[in-house]
């Protein structure tokens, strides 16, 4: 079976600062792996995607993703917060076992502080 | 394309009563997905569809709890009878599996609320 675990489900920031939000995955074979981004009152979009190839995988936004393998990781990080990054962000994992089906993490809030 | 469409927006009923939210997913693609977001739970997968045919409804709460889909450009997903702790946002979600691009592609939600 494959899941995640999003470390922390709120992140404060000031603007101008880096972001980091961790994302930690299970999978018995070479994941696909996903960041979407819910702002209120909305449904999930993409930010960014990793299926195969460079590990490190840019998104829209500014924000960028690295998936390490030792680690089991695909942390989601942008050098400069700005107030309109403020949301809730949702790690995904498919194709575990032949599996398209996404799993999803239980989310993180981030908070940009002027 | 317009995206995954989901109707209503938002759902206000009294407990006991009939809901039927509604979806159209993106055309051409071959998933799609029934979720439930709330705060305690999160994002709760409660069935998917490939081709029409359902295939896991295991995250279903109850039988109170129905999903269908028709045809490709059109499912349904009712509760009967309603009840208060089924107050959450319903979202719908279609993917195209097999080729590279497999992420799934999600609707604005419906929010309903069970009084």
Redesign the interface.
């Given at each position: 079976a494959q899941s995640v675990t999003q470390l922390g489900s709120h992140v404060s920031v000031s603007e101008g600062a880096l972001v980091l939000l961790r994302c930690n995955y299970s999978s018995s074979v070479p994941p696909y792996l996903f960041w979407y981004v819910q702002y209120p009152n909305q449904g999930l979009q993409l930010l960014l995607k990793y299926t195969t190839g460079a590990t490190l995988v840019k998104g829209i936004n500014g924000f960028e993703a690295e998936f390490k393998k030792s680690e089991t990781s695909f942390h989601l990080t942008k050098p400069s917060a700005h107030m309109s990054d403020a949301a809730e962000y949702f790690c995904a994992v498919s194709k575990s076992g032949g599996s398209y089906i996404p799993t999803f993490g239980r989310g993180t809030s981030l908070i940009v502080h002027p | 394309d317009a995206g995954?469409i989901q109707s209503p927006r938002h759902e206000v009923t009294e407990m006991g009563q009939e809901v039927t939210l509604r979806c159209k997913p993106i055309s051409g693609h071959d998933?799609l997905?029934w979720y439930r977001q709330t705060m305690m739970r999160?994002?709760e997968?409660l069935i998917?569809f490939n081709n029409n045919v359902p295939i896991?409804d295991s995250g279903m709460p109850e039988d109170r709890f129905s999903a269908k889909m028709p045809n490709a450009s059109f499912s349904t997903l009712k509760i009967q009878p309603s009840e208060p702790r089924d107050s959450a946002v319903y979202?719908c979600?279609s993917?195209l599996?097999?080729q590279?691009n497999?992420?799934?592609?999600?609707?604005?939600?419906t929010?309903l609320t069970v009084v």
């Open positions: - | 995954v998933y997905f999160g994002l997968l998917y896991d979202f979600a993917s599996v097999g590279r497999t992420e799934a592609f999600f609707g604005q939600g929010r």
